[in-house]
C-alpha cells in the first residue's frame, strides 16, 4: 500500500516529481478534484483506470494549462474553437476535438478518435502541469461509481495508499463537473451539462448548439461514454422530491422507523423543520446548492442508518440543469411519489 501525501499548494514542485516519475496525484480545479497522471505516459494513465476501478472503454479528459498543450494533439482549431478557449478558458468547459491518428494513447481516448480538453481555473493545479511539462489526465477523484470529490478529504476518503498524493487547495467552488461540449461534429453538441451553460454557448457563437437535457439523457448509446455508467450513488437511495411534494416527504420522514436524510435550501429547512430526519443544509440558492450536492450525498454515506435521502429538486434550466442532472443519476431518477 502507498502512503497517501497531502500537499500544500506551496509544495507542488514535489507532486510534479511525483508526476514525472508516473505516480498519480489528485489535484483541485473549481469543480471536483481530478485525479492526475502524466497523460503521455500509458502505465501511469492505466493505473489511473485501476484506482478508480473505471471500465476502461471510458475515456479521460486530458487537462492542460496552455494552448500549446491542446495544438500538439489536435487536427485542426477552428475559428468557433479558438473564440472558445480564450473566452472560457481558464474555465469549467470541457472540449471535444478530433486528434491527431495516434497522438494520444489509447488508455487516454479508449480508441475514440477524438479527445476531451479541458483547462481548470486553479492557478495551483495550471502550475503543476506546466511543472510536469505535459497534460495530465483528470477524470475525477473518487471512486467509480461514488459522488465527485469537492474537497481533498473526500479524495483521501476514496483513494488512500491507492494514489501518491493529494495537492489540498481547499473545497471547489462550482461542485458539479465541468461542461462537456463537443466540438467535432458540425453542430456543438453539450454532453454533460455544467456551469457553463448551453443558452450561453448558442448565444457566444450565434448558432445553433444541441442541449436539450431529454435528448441527451434518451440517447441509447451516449455520446459521452461516461454517462452510461451508474453514478454518484450513495448507500442510501436517494428520491428526489418537487417543490409540491415536499411537505408530503417530510410526513411521510417522521413516519418513518429509520432515520431519513433530508437535503434542502436553508429556506424550505427553516419554513418547514424535518422530524426524524438528519438534515445537510444546501445553503440559499442553486449555486450553493451545486457546490455543496456531492458534499452532502458523501456525508450521508457515512451515517450507516440512513436509508432514503431526501433531496430537493430544482428547476432545470441555468445551473438547475447540471444539478438535476448529476443529482437523477444518484437517485437512479427515483422521485418521491406521494
Ligand atoms: O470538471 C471536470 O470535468 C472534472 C475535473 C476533475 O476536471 N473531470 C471529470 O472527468 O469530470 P470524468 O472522467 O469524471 O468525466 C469525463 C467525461 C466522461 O463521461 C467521459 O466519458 C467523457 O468525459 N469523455 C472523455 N473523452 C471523451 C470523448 N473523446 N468523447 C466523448 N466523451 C468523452
Ligand atoms: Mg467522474
Redesign the pocket.
Known amino acids: 500500500m502507498l502512503i497517501t501525501k497531502i500537499y500544500k499548494a506551496d509544495e507542488i514542485q514535489a507532486a510534479a516529481a511525483e508526476l514525472k516519475k508516473g505516480e498519480l496525484i489528485a489535484f483541485p480545479t473549481e469543480t471536483v478534484y481530478g485525479l492526475g497522471a502524466d497523460a503521455t505516459n500509458e502505465q501511469a494513465v492505466k493505473r489511473v483506470y485501476l484506482a478508480k476501478g473505471r471500465p476502461s472503454d471510458n475515456p479521460l479528459i486530458v487537462t492542460v494549462s496552455s494552448l500549446e498543450m491542446v495544438k500538439k494533439y489536435v487536427v485542426d482549431l477552428n475559428e468557433d474553437a479558438q473564440k472558445l478557449i480564450k473566452h472560457f478558458w481558464p474555465g469549467p468547459l470541457t472540449l471535444i476535438f478530433k486528434i491527431k491518428p495516434g497522438s494520444l494513447s489509447k488508455a487516454v481516448t479508449g480508441g475514440l478518435e477524438t479527445a476531451a480538453f479541458r483547462m481548470p481555473a486553479n492557478r495551483v493545479t495550471r502550475e503543476l502541469i506546466t511543472r510536469v511539462g505535459v497534460p495530465l489526465v483528470g477524470?475525477?477523484a473518487?471512486t467509480s461509481g461514488k459522488p465527485?470529490p469537492t474537497t481533498a478529504a473526500h479524495v483521501f476518503h476514496d483513494l488512500e495508499g491507492r494514489i501518491a498524493g493529494i495537492v489540498d487547495d481547499g473545497p471547489t467552488t462550482v461542485g458539479v463537473?465541468s461542461t462537456i461540449l463537443d466540438m467535432s461534429v458540425t453542430t456543438p453538441v453539450v454532453l454533460r451539462p455544467g456551469a457553463v451553460l448551453g443558452e450561453e454557448l448558442e448565444r457566444f457563437l450565434a448558432k445553433k448548439v444541441v442541449f436539450d437535457r431529454h435528448k441527451v439523457a434518451a440517447e441509447e448509446t451516449p455520446k459521452a461514454p461516461?454517462m452510461k455508467y451508474k453514478h454518484y450513488a450513495p448507500a442510501a437511495q436517494v428520491l428526489i422530491v418537487k417543490e409540491a411534494d415536499w411537505s408530503a416527504a417530510l410526513a411521510w420522514a417522521k413516519k418513518q422507523h429509520e432515520e431519513v436524510g433530508v437535503m434542502a435550501l436553508n429556506e424550505n429547512l427553516q419554513s418547514e423543520k424535518p422530524v426524524n430526519c438528519l438534515v445537510y443544509d444546501l445553503g440559499k440558492d442553486i449555486y450553493t446548492a451545486s457546490q455543496h450536492l456531492f458534499a452532502g450525498l458523501r456525508y450521508f454515506d457515512n451515517k450507516k442508518q440512513i436509508h432514503y435521502i431526501l433531496a430537493a429538486a430544482f428547476p432545470e434550466e441555468g445551473l438547475g440543469a447540471a444539478y438535476m442532472n448529476r443529482l437523477r443519476k444518484a437517485a437512479g431518477n427515483q422521485f418521491f411519489k406521494n
Open positions: 477524470p475525477s473518487n465527485s463537473e461516461g
